[in-house]
């Protein structure tokens, strides 16, 4: 079982920055793709940006050159730093793992961190 702990989240104004961070612990064997993933009030959650065991990165269309995501392989976290803030980027954030054990690939989410953007 993996365990994952969010932080970073909070208030902000607009153009103002966050950075979110996210770390598995628990009987880590493989941790494959990580990434983040929003959902904003009465609105599905929908993909932010995910980051691949070797790096590559992919963001939604709404946040790229704003937002940044990277990870720490030693650590086992992933980190969102979420600049030029909008009002529209708020939202409940959710960390989400890909973990490997052998042949077997299951799925995490942490329990969300609250990011909101004030006018």
């Known amino acids: 079982q993996v365990q994952l702990v969010e932080s970073g989240g909070g208030l902000v104004q607009a153009g103002g920055s966050l950075r979110l961070s996210c770390t598995a612990s628990?009987?880590?064997?493989?941790?494959?793709?990580m990434g983040w993933y929003r959902q904003a009030p009465g609105k599905q959650r929908e993909l932010v940006a995910t980051i691949s065991s070797g790096g590559t990165s992919n963001y939604a269309d709404s946040v790229k050159g704003r937002y940044t995501i990277s990870r720490d392989n030693a650590k086992n976290t992933v980190y969102l730093q979420m600049n030029s803030l909008k009002p529209e980027d708020t939202a409940v954030y959710f960390c989400?793992?890909?973990?490997?054990?052998?042949?077997?690939?299951?799925?995490?989410w942490g329990q969300g961190t609250q990011v909101t953007v004030s006018s």
């Open positions: 989400n793992v890909q973990h490997m054990i052998w042949s077997t690939q299951d799925t995490y």
């Open positions: 628990g009987r880590i064997f493989s941790i494959r793709t």
